[in-house]
């Protein structure tokens, strides 16, 4: 074993990563019959996860480069490695991850249990699986992310990019509505197709290496020094991307989501569309811009176009929808629009707010979709005509939702709003028409989520929402924290800047550009004088 | 008078026979077996004969792990002892013995094998039914097995035409009559048995034409000499173009490469499964070991005359195998076309190279034995979902197998997986180390290619996987037969084997790379 010691001596990352797969093991062998003891457990594991997450985070040194590394060799002769370690656009998805997860489970108390007969959407082809499937799946998803936001190797990366397929193919397919095993294989077949057009790539990347060094090796820190022939590169930077494309996703290959966000229970749509959607952006911001620096450059203008396309594309689908999981999933598809032109305007602003825009995303979406899925739990129906003057009967949880509405539209004051605003401004220095269309859809964006609030919340109390409950306190408890955090990084993202920008900074020197010169610059006085 | 003249020419061949021993073991003890079943008492010889194969196959693993290291042209040139073939011979002979293992089961079929009580006995007559009511036992398929296996291994060993040639009936003959020897659905078995000799006498004859010219072409049949006689050649040579042809021909048909799969899919569906598993994985094995022997050692120099027809063959295969799969019905015929797939991705490897011969070898063997593993595995899996009439092969009665029996739904995911060549399976690196190696040769088009039908491929596996758990179980759907420990240890091995080449690939990958020697 190739043991390099790190510079503190427990294997973080690895413990983090592995503590949810443990949970996941426990939780198999937990009896059958023990459903309370079980989602304890599971929510026990993801707490444990969060804290050690979190220790991870007070740690992290923001001008340190990449952190808590851990480098083993694994199958030496590919040159490939176990190596983990966090930067600071890593660490911040990490924790995210490590966020919603528990979150998530909190909310889904009794979304897997076996209440299908009760619940008319839900009795379909077939019954659902246990409560003990759907836990240990999410924390075995909990496990694979967090490794793929840690990884440092890219065939470590593919491999588990690969693997949160699996799991999240069985949550779609095993709890959701009554046609979910075909939204879980369209799910499946797009991003299988994306990730083989990956390993293409990867295999080539490998090849590269092998025929540059007589030691090849699948480290993120020596591919980023290869020499690449310009053609070879511009291939395989389209194999990484339209593997990441699809999975983020954009415009033409937007399609799975929807499909996939609709019939999933809700809980299952936020770690589908607020963690495993961001290994897209993710990808892109870590691997194709630093392995294809000259690519990335290169395909730049055509990836602003596909960018500013899925904006609008987006933001237009949502106003349509007449299902809310589905409208929450086109809004997804416009932001993630907005992602992905930050981190290819290339400049330090624009990538740094399309990085926080991520997890802002993140917890602007899982707010979203869980109150939603409150609501459409209670109602048994996610069809936005179903609804109406919800507010009167149950005010708490519209008021929730109201806020959640407003974060997704970015209301200046709530965490998306800086990270939007970051990745337009970001943008406006270098790709100004882009930067101005991409800007209608903050019009947009209050046009659907301001319609889907007054036609569900507003007005006279239909009739089928008159018996309503309102939220119970555990569901109140599962949102709060999300609550906490949009308001929190919304007045005060600093601490989230201070940990993005630095390694940012360094990914957009890898790919050698700098922002441009501003066009009216202001002489700031120097200091001497 | 001419005797003694005779007895002067003719010298007697020097044999190591320590080097050949596992050859030796597997035939020598063959010949026993055939002599067990003449003397030994019916109701003493299944036992005695599991016992003895098993011994026979044990006895030449151990001998060839000994032999290891050994680097050498042995029996006057006729055999390569190498790291190839000790690498190759030990996949097999492991192999063989899980397959061994399968073909012993008696518990799922209520006490008795899979096999014909009396292959004679015809399918629906009064004789059979007798065959049938006093619950006969043919044992004679254990020798048939050893013979088959000992042409096996002798079939990537071969180090010239003629030996190469005897390997290939030895190998054929019994697996022709081992297809036709199913207990249920004789007729669909005796068919397949049927198609597979004469398409096979076909492809033999076509390798033996082949031969001939090679033969016109080198005036030798040893490996050495025909690189030999190309190494020195000025031009393009008709009896060497029609001779490597040919005799490519013979050993694609035994790959199941297409244009030569046509008989797959019938004699998978109809051989009993317990020999399906056995051929899929231990013949391809084989085969694509003799492949790389004469390709790679005798026709080495003629490289670039036989790559490009190499390159169609691959692309055709994979596509072939991946499409087809799509529209199968049946378990055992989708498996089939995974199967021509899946030496379609062998091929890509195979021809993948320019000269470093090495890597590409490296990486067939480690596919060769991740691949083996799962297929014995799937096969094993597909004997135990039964109905009334024998195995429930038919897809739609897998519907739901996931509730009825989830361990073997669950174990049977994992060999798909593997076969998709889903990460953290052995079905994935030995991907990869194809792929890797083939691109580093230059043939990068060609792994394109591939992804691609991994990706068509894949869809057809998880096909099977969401009928398993998503789909309501049948009414009167088939039940799993709890096997014996034979198929129990079959079907565990394939799962150790494709989680741990999938976890850890070094040491076998490492084992490989030492391996991946031709002598000539």
């Known amino acids: 074993m190739n043991w390099i010691p790190p510079d503190i001596t427990l294997p973080w990352l690895s413990v983090a990563c592995g503590l949810p797969a443990l949970g996941a093991v426990v939780l198999a062998l937990l009896p059958r019959e023990r459903d309370l003891l079980v989602k304890q457990t599971a929510v026990a594991f993801a707490g444990l996860t969060l804290v050690l997450s979190l220790i991870i985070a007070v740690q992290y040194d923001p001008s340190g480069g990449m952190q808590f590394v851990e480098e083993y060799a694994w199958i030496p002769t590919f040159g490939i490695h176990f190596a983990l370690g966090l930067d600071g656009i890593g660490l911040v998805l990490f924790l995210l991850t490590a966020v919603i997860t528990p979150i998530v489970m909190l909310a889904s108390w009794y979304e897997p249990d076996n209440v299908s007969a009760a619940r008319g959407v839900l009795s379909s082809e077939a019954p659902r699986r246990g409560v003990k499937t759907f836990f240990a799946l999410v924390l075995l998803l909990e496990a694979l992310a967090l490794g793929v936001f840690a990884a440092t190797d890219v065939f470590l990366f593919y491999l588990l990019f690969e693997a949160t397929l699996i799991p999240m193919y069985f949550l779609i397919g095993g709890y959701g509505g009554p046609r979910r095993s075909y939204a879980a294989v369209k799910f499946l077949i797009y991003s299988l197709v994306g990730g083989l057009i990956m390993l293409a790539a990867v295999i080539g990347l490998y090849a590269v290496s092998a025929a540059q060094n007589d030691d090849p090796s699948m480290l993120l820190s020596s591919l980023t020094g290869l020499d690449i022939d310009p053609t070879v590169q511009k291939w395989l930077f389209v194999g990484f991307f339209v593997a990441f494309a699809i999975k983020a996703p954009m415009w033409p290959v937007h399609t799975w989501l929807p499909d996939a966000a609709r019939e999933a229970t809700p809980g299952t749509a936020v770690l589908l569309v607020a963690i495993l959607d961001k290994i897209g952006t993710f990808g892109m911001i870590r691997f194709c811009l630093q392995i294809f620096p000259d690519a990335s450059r290169w395909a730049t203008p055509l990836i602003i176009v596909l960018a500013v396309i899925s904006v609008l594309y987006g933001a237009i689908c949502a106003i349509g929808q007449r299902d809310i999981k589905r409208l929450i999933a086109y809004t997804s598809i416009s932001h993630f629009g907005v992602i992905v032109l930050g981190i290819f305007a290339l400049t330090n602003l624009s990538a740094a707010g399309a990085t926080l825009y991520m997890v802002n995303h993140g917890l602007a979406t899982a707010a979203l979709f869980l109150v939603a899925g409150y609501f459409i739990l209670r109602r048994n129906s996610a069809q936005i005509g179903d609804f109406g003057g919800v507010d009167k009967v149950a005010p708490v949880g519209s008021g929730i939702f109201l806020f959640a509405v407003l974060s997704g539209l970015a209301l200046p004051g709530l965490a998306p709003f800086v990270s939007e605003f970051m990745a337009l401004a970001g943008t406006f220095q270098r790709y100004r028409v882009a930067a101005v269309i991409a800007t209608v859809s903050i019009i947009l964006a209050a046009l659907y989520m301001l319609i889907l609030y007054q036609r569900t919340m507003t007005g006279p109390t239909a009739t089928s929402v008159a018996n309503m409950p309102d939220l119970r306190p555990r569901e109140i408890v599962a949102v709060v924290p999300l609550i906490v955090l949009i308001l929190g990084l919304g007045l005060f993202p600093k601490p989230a800047l201070d940990v993005i920008s630095p390694a940012v900074d360094s990914t957009l020197q890898q790919v050698g550009v700098s922002d441009p010169e501003p066009s009216h610059p202001v002489t700031a006085p120097s200091e001497s004088e | ?520």
């Open chain 2, 1 to 520: 008078m001419s005797t003694v003249v005779l007895a002067q020419e003719f010298t007697t061949p020097d044999i190591e026979y320590a080097k050949v021993a596992p050859l030796l073991i597997v035939f020598g003890v063959a010949v026993v077996s055939v002599i067990v079943e003449a003397f030994v008492p019916r109701a003493a010889r299944y036992t005695t004969q599991v016992v003895l194969s098993l011994a026979a196959l044990v006895g030449a693993l151990a001998s060839t792990i000994q032999l290891a290291g050994s680097e050498q042209v042995a029996a006057e040139g006729a055999l390569a002892i190498d790291g190839f073939t000790l690498f190759l011979w030990g996949t097999l002979l492991v192999l063989s013995i899980v397959s061994l293992l399968l073909v012993a089961e008696r518990r799922v079929d209520g006490g008795v094998t899979a096999f014909a009580g009396q292959a004679a006995a015809l399918p629906g007559t009064e004789a059979e039914r007798e065959v049938v009511a006093r619950r006969l036992e043919q044992t004679e398929v254990f020798p048939l097995f050893l013979f088959a296996v000992g042409g096996m291994l002798l079939f990537p060993a071969a180090n010239d035409l003629l030996m190469m040639f005897v390997a290939l009936e030895v190998l054929s003959l019994p697996l022709y009559l081992l297809c036709g020897l199913a207990r249920r659905r004789r007729l669909l078995s005796q068919e397949a048995a049927m198609k597979y000799f004469l398409l096979g006498a076909f492809a033999s004859a076509f390798f033996l034409y082949g031969m001939a010219l090679l033969y016109g072409y080198a005036g030798t049949v040893s490996f050495a000499g025909i690189a030999q006689a190309i190494g020195g050649r000025v031009g393009v040579d008709g009896l060497l173009l029609g001779g490597t042809a040919l005799v490519a021909v013979g050993l694609l048909f035994k790959i199941g490469a297409a244009p030569f799969h046509m008989w797959t899919p019938d004699v998978y569906q109809g051989a009993p499964t317990a020999i399906t598993g056995f051929m899929a994985a231990c013949t391809k094995i084989a085969a694509i070991g003799a492949l790389m022997r004469l390709f790679y050692v005798a026709l080495g120099a003629a490289r670039w005359d036989w790559q490009p027809m190499i390159w169609v063959v691959a692309i055709l295969t994979m596509g072939v195998g991946a499409v087809l799969a799509l529209t199968q019905s049946d378990i055992k015929r989708m498996l089939a076309y995974s199967s021509i797939a899946h030496a379609g991705f062998l091929l890509v490897g195979f021809v993948g190279v320019r000269n470093e011969i090495e890597f590409s070898t490296a990486a067939i063997l480690f596919y060769l034995a991740a691949y083996g593993f799962a297929t014995v595995g799937a096969f094993a899996i597909v004997t135990l979902v039964r109905d009334a009439t024998g195995e429930a092969t038919h897809l739609s009665r897998w519907a739901g197998l996931g509730k009825r029996a989830p361990l073997v739904a669950a174990v049977m995911t994992l060999f798909l997986l593997a076969f998709a060549g889903i990460p953290l399976t052995s079905g994935f690196m030995g991907k990869w180390a194809v792929f890797a190696a083939a691109w580093q040769g230059g043939a990068w088009p060609l792994v394109v290619v591939a992804v691609v039908a991994s990706v068509v491929a894949a869809f057809f596996y998880v096909r099977v996987i969401v009928l398993m758990f998503f789909a309501e179980p049948a009414a009167e759907g088939p039940t799993v037969a709890v096997p014996s420990i034979f198929t129990s240890v079959a079907v565990a091995a394939g799962v150790v084997a494709t989680v741990v080449l999938g976890l850890v690939p070094q040491p076998l990958l490492q084992l490989a790379e030492q391996a991946a020697r031709l002598v000539s």
